[in-house]
């Protein structure tokens, strides 16, 4: 098969997911492209692995403080699991509409709001922002639960505007206080406090006696309810370009920070112009904005040309790994490592997200990405170093030129600057020639899984 | 400023992560309304080591005694905010440690009042080693755009690719790395970026792996994480590095039950590290240039729950040093149940921006105005003033 | 009527009577809290009433390996190694790092497993560690693959579920390996991922077979004999049940997990009743609210229909007439009293040979 169809492949596992191992690229790369988009875009058609087993080795009932339980299946599942790009998608929804753990008194209302994302994450955008307003950790998160006929909270009805669908510019104050005062009467049902026992799960609750029913002018539109503001925000052009420019931030390539998108224009305009069109034209149907986006050239060309979060870098290693493959202590590790690389799932920092983009490396980060990448690919009895190392060495004895492009091209195939290249040639060279012959395979395997450690620390490996 | 100081002053850090029980740490023993509140936790009277008429320390805390008798710590009581959030938001950790980390209790901020104070103090961010941090992973403190702080789990096992066993392999795969780092002419600006990042991981690396050749000294320290992160602390300010301020926490304070197992453990470990840090730092002739500041997301609950304490408020903060007037500051919490905020909880007496602005100003001869985001009413737990005039 | 029923259970435990009156099996009490009795993976009852409740955290966090009395107060914790301070709850860490399945023998010694590093650990509650710890990782006869429950027969030997080899083996309390029964599968007789353990009168073997919905039973040899529930969440059906105890009178109960109950089977394997959990405040969950006005209120402004029910129980226990439940998702125990009478063969009509509306 050629070669380029396997690139290509690569590319696109890397983005819905956090990547694919070797044999499966080779026979996804022997389907057409399009058919292997239309199966990513239905993973309702696959089951996860047993959740049982997780759940059983790993209760999230265990993790109510802390969210490394689920964080950790979250990364699991998406290194693992057979429906990557609804782990991504809600990834993505996690990221836009960032609720904190923190503040949820509930925690496991954050955990179900993540759910809610996976559930629905490539439906309608009407009903994402549906579910958005229902969802008791937002609700809870920006206050909605204050916001009351006769004293209005504009927490949520800012941010909804600002963050959640239209950005800055696109809006007035006028709007948001008439989208606040729509959404008065959203509120929840507290379950049980935490103590003495455990927390219950907090109930959406609509009181029409605490709702605000009069007119209101919101975008130039009459409206009455929540939901006829939802209606008018998914008919914006500006909400169109808005979901179209994360899309793209998320999948193509790094955009500049969400809050200067006001003032910076995209990066590639006409790509945004596209997206935006598919979600008008479909009336915000984001499975449908995802098939054009997945489809198109300028998503196929943007190879490397997104710093991996830490979730997906972590994710990465582990598929490249093959490791832990059942649910075992060292998933323990994936909530942590991607926490240290600055990047607590169900924690983002602020209402706004995470700084993504180069904004993920300081020192301390770095540090982190390339201790934890060596350090997992160290132990070559793990799955995927194995195969890799086989598979290196299947095709006999090797020229220091021809260890390092083996490795490179089965590890992503990863593309590299020529400089890189250079000095992992040089780096081979020190050990001249892969033998095998002789007693000598031993010795030859070991360098393998050296060259795949330096491989992996390299810049271009921060890149999906 | 005073004279025998050799090098500028340097600020150490410690946070009690988790919640240390103030009530159970400087203990109104007189106090029956405490001890009513408190069957499980309170410790009797007679074991406490009394610091006046009304106040004691934890018997814990005995090897802090005689510093405390020496007036090196100042302790600040009713150390808080004013709550914003309620108790539910305002009890969590997480927010708790956030607004210590960031000075905004009424918003949430992502930049670290002593991230603001490393670019203060290097705002060319020449020095990576100007803010060390001793642990896994960066507190918001010292998180701010553009500032490079060192983190560092272990001096002896500080930097990149540690894993790797043989050093011979290892040295030449730092410097495959420093190469493939190397930014080449013409990339793109992230690829740039990412290329200085990996630098200057390399250059603190570097400036940090003579620091524990160039230590030696008397003093034993205990085993204990904080105790070994402090002897840290040591060996790199010792080293003349430029560093100014150091990091590190201590866990283990979220006391909900067992506390009386646990809590002696806990201070203790903390009570000898500080003691023998301060006597490793006299014997190097550097005491005089360093000012612990310890400090606790919160205090806790005034009644006991039968096993621990739960998550409260009007903690205490702690400066330590041989430049320190000890002695308390601030106000104990009212200790009068129609006090009680919430009906359950000690009132804050002095607003911790207070205490970051006593020590911007008063130690490090920092204007604390940007930095803590307002003008506090300072304390005054230095012999003389340092820095200003 | 207490003297007879004293009678009618010693001739239940010979398996003597005929049917049994079953009278009610009421609530009784609820015993700890949350960071006290954290996430009650199994229990098990000692001596003068002492209740070892053992708790499962996340990853290698352990959990506390606590010591109630049956009016909940807190008698301390058991561990395998001396605590060290880290960010975790204090005493959350008792030594375990996945802790799964603990009993008490005859002279009170502690036996728990744990299924991460495939030990079985005997302690004591007077120290402050293990007596002895021994187990090796495998799938040969006395190696072990994540083990799980355990249960002593009358010799004093440990039966240890052992879950990722499908099979059920036997050991002298000092490790070694004496038998075993049990291979992968569906069939029957075969099991898939077991977790419960428990012994009858006749020493006969219940192992939940966690991943086929079921219970199974054995010989006292491993000849299997007899399958209970299937697959769903209707009567007398399971969703990956896990713990299983059996009373004196022979009745069975599984710790129903994925529905979130317990299920009694008779000794026949019929379906007789469920528990869906009754919890109340427990003694240390009084005084916990009690001093807090915030939870007070809280709790004042919340439906608490839910708050009774049993949360991912995988465990269920029997000391005497006493039916206790480690309700995992709630870090409590719930506890239920049993009362039934056996009857001899001529209180009784005989069985109809028909159904009949009469």
Redesign the interface.
């Known amino acids: 098969m050629p070669g380029d169809q396997l690139e290509l492949m690569a590319h696109l596992m890397r983005r819905v997911g956090v990547g694919a191992r070797r044999d499966e690229l080779e026979e996804l790369a022997a389907r057409p492209y399009e058919d292997v988009v239309e199966e990513l875009l239905h993973p309702e058609t696959f089951t996860d692995p047993d959740q049982d087993v997780i759940e059983r080795y790993l209760p999230t009932a265990t993790s109510i403080e802390l969210p490394s339980v689920p964080a950790s299946r979250w990364i699991y599942n998406m290194a693992n699991g057979p429906r990557p790009l609804r782990e991504k998608m809600a990834l993505l929804w996690h990221q836009i509409f960032a609720t904190a753990f923190f503040k949820a008194v509930h925690a496991r209302a954050s955990i179900a709001q993540v759910d809610q994302f996976r559930e629905n994450g490539l439906g309608s955008m009407r009903q994402i922002l549906l579910d958005l307003s229902r969802d008791p950790a937002m609700i809870d998160w920006l206050d909605n639960s204050e916001n009351h006929a006769d004293s209005v909270n504009e927490n949520y009805g800012r941010e909804l505007l600002e963050l959640f669908s239209l950005g800055i510019g696109n809006y007035t104050e006028d709007d948001v206080k008439a989208a606040a005062r729509a959404f008065t009467g959203w509120t929840i049902v507290p379950g049980a406090p935490i103590n003495p026992y455990e927390m219950n799960d907090p109930q959406f609750r609509f009181d029409p006696d605490d709702h605000d029913s009069e007119e209101k002018i919101f975008l130039g539109e009459t409206v009455v309810s929540g939901e006829d503001v939802i209606e008018v925000i998914i008919k914006q052009e500006a909400c169109a370009r808005f979901i179209a420019r994360h899309l793209y931030n998320f999948f193509v390539a790094d955009e500049p920070p969400v809050p200067s998108w006001h003032q910076a224009p995209p990066v590639d305009s006409e790509a945004i112009d596209t997206l935006a069109t598919a979600f008008l034209e479909s009336d915000g149907d984001i499975r449908e904005v995802m098939r054009t986006l997945l489809n198109s050239d300028f998503f196929k060309d943007a190879r490397f040309q997104r710093v991996k979060s830490p979730v997906e870098f972590v994710g990465g290693v582990i598929k490249l790994t093959g490791a832990p493959q059942f649910p075992d202590l060292p998933m323990s590790e994936l909530s942590r490592a991607a926490e240290l690389m600055g990047q607590r799932l169900y924690d983002p920092p602020s209402v706004e997200g995470w700084h993504t983009g180069q904004e993920w490396f300081d020192s301390g980060t770095l540090t982190q990405r390339v201790n934890f990448a060596v350090e997992q690919v160290m132990d070559t009895s793990k799955p995927g170093i194995a195969q890799i190392i086989e598979r290196v060495a299947a095709d006999g004895d090797a020229s220091p030129e021809q260890l390092v492009d083996r490795c490179l091209d089965l590890c992503g195939p990863l593309a590299v600057k020529p400089q890189t290249r250079e000095e992992l040639i040089e780096r081979a060279q020190e050990g001249g020639a892969l033998v095998f012959e002789n007693g000598a395979g031993s010795e030859a395997r070991e360098r393998i899984g050296r060259m795949v450690q330096l491989i992996v620390a390299a810049p271009e490996y921060q890149f999906a | 400023m005073t004279t025998s100081i050799a090098r500028p002053p340097v600020l150490v850090v410690i946070q009690l992560?988790?919640g240390l029980d103030f009530l159970n740490t400087v203990i109104p023993f007189q106090s029956g309304i405490v001890r009513d509140?408190r069957p499980t936790v309170a410790v009797p009277a007679e074991e406490t080591l009394p610091l006046n008429n009304e106040l004691a320390w934890h018997p814990a805390v005995a090897p802090l005694k005689q510093l405390y008798d020496d007036g090196k710590v100042a302790v600040i009581q009713g150390a808080g905010w004013e709550h914003q959030?309620g108790?539910?938001?305002d009890r969590?950790?997480?927010?708790a440690t956030?607004i210590w980390h960031t000075c905004t209790p009424d918003k949430?901020?992502?930049e670290g009042w002593l991230g603001k104070l490393t670019r203060e103090f290097d705002p060319q961010s020449q020095n990576?080693v100007t803010a060390v941090?001793f642990g896994?992973?960066?507190p918001?403190a010292l998180a701010a755009p553009g500032v490079?702080?060192?983190?560092v789990d272990s001096l002896d096992r500080f930097?990149?690719?540690?894993?790797?066993e043989l050093e011979q392999?290892r040295a030449?795969?730092l410097d495959?790395?420093k190469?493939?780092?190397?930014p080449?002419v013409g990339?793109a600006?992230?690829?740039e970026?990412?290329?200085q990042?990996?630098l200057?991981?390399l250059q603190?690396a570097e400036i940090l792996a003579d620091a524990p050749e160039q230590y030696a000294s008397e003093v034993e320290y205990g085993s204990?994480?904080i105790a070994q992160a402090l002897r840290d602390v040591v060996r790199v300010h010792t080293a003349g590095l430029g560093a100014r301020i150091f990091y590190t926490l201590?866990?283990?304070y979220?006391?909900?039950?067992?506390?009386n197992?646990?809590?002696p453990?806990?201070l203790t470990?903390l009570s000898e590290a500080i003691r023998d840090f301060i006597q490793d730092l006299r014997n190097h002739n550097a005491s005089e240039e360093v000012t612990i500041l310890v400090f606790t997301e919160f205090g806790r609950?005034i009644?006991?729950?039968?096993?621990?304490t739960?998550h409260g408020s009007g903690g205490g903060a702690y400066l330590i040093g041989d430049g320190v007037r000890g002695g308390l500051y601030g106000e104990y919490p009212s200790l009068d149940p129609s006090d009680w905020l919430?009906?359950?909880d000690l009132s804050h007496t002095i607003d911790f921006r207070s205490i970051y602005s006593t020590v911007l100003d008063q130690w490090l001869g920092v204007d604390p105005t940007a930095i803590v985001g307002g003008s506090f009413e300072q304390i005054h737990p230095y012999r003389e003033p340092i820095g200003v005039g | 009527m207490a003297v007879e029923t004293n009678g009618a259970n010693e001739a239940s435990a010979n398996g003597t009577y005929e049917i049994l009156l079953r009278a009610g099996y009421p609530y009784e009490q609820t015993l700890g809290r949350r960071l006290v009795t954290f996430n009650p993976i199994d229990l098990a009852v000692g001596k003068e009433g002492r209740i070892y409740c053992l708790g499962r955290g996340p990853f290698e966090t352990g959990g506390p390996l606590r010591i109630l009395n049956w009016e909940d107060e807190d008698l301390g914790v058991v561990r395998r190694r001396p605590a060290e301070p880290n960010d975790r709850p204090a005493e959350a860490d008792c030594g375990w790092i996945w802790p799964a399945g603990i009993v008490c023998d005859e002279d009170e010694r502690i036996i728990v497993s744990d299924e991460a590093d495939h030990t079985i650990t005997i302690a004591t509650r007077e120290r402050d560690e293990e007596i002895a710890r021994w187990g090796e990782h495998g799938s040969a006869p006395g190696q072990l693959d994540r083990p799980a429950h355990m249960a002593i027969d009358d010799e004093g030997r440990l039966l240890v579920v052992d879950t990722m080899n499908h099979r059920v083996q036997r050991f002298t309390m000092d490790g070694r390996y004496i038998d075993g029964f049990g291979s992968y599968g569906s069939g029957f007789g075969e099991l898939d991922m077991p977790w419960g353990i428990a012994l009858d009168g006749d020493g006969c073997v219940y192992v939940g077979d966690w991943r086929n919905d079921r219970v199974q039973k054995f010989s006292p040899s491993g000849e299997p004999l007899m399958i209970i529930g299937s697959s769903g969440d209707g009567d007398g059906e399971l969703n990956r049940p896990a713990g299983v105890a059996v009373d004196q009178h022979g009745d069975i109960y599984v710790a129903d997990r994925g529905n979130n109950r317990v299920l009694l089977f008779n000794r026949e394997g019929r379906y007789v009743e469920k528990f869906l959990g009754d919890a109340t405040l427990s003694p240390s969950a009084l005084k916990m609210l009690m001093e807090q006005p915030i939870l007070l209120r809280q709790r004042d402004l919340t439906v608490l229909e839910e708050e009774k029910r049993l949360r991912s129980p995988a465990s269920v226990r029997i000391d005497g007439d006493r039916l206790l439940i480690p309700d995992f998702g709630y870090n409590r125990v719930q506890v239920y009293r049993k009362e039934a009478y056996p009857l001899r063969e001529d209180q009784v009509a005989p069985i109809p040979t028909r159904p009949a509306l009469r």
């Open positions: 992560a988790g509140a959030g108790p539910g938001a969590s950790h997480f927010r956030d949430i901020s992502t990576p941090n896994l992973g960066l918001r490079t702080v060192t983190s930097g990149l690719m540690t894993e790797i392999e030449k795969d495959s790395f190469r493939m780092y190397t080449a990339t600006m992230v690829q970026y990412l290329a990042t990996g200057s991981v603190s204990s994480p201590q866990r283990g979220d006391t909900h039950s067992g506390q197992d646990q809590l453990v806990l470990q609950r009644r006991d729950n039968g096993s621990g739960d919430y009906g359950e």
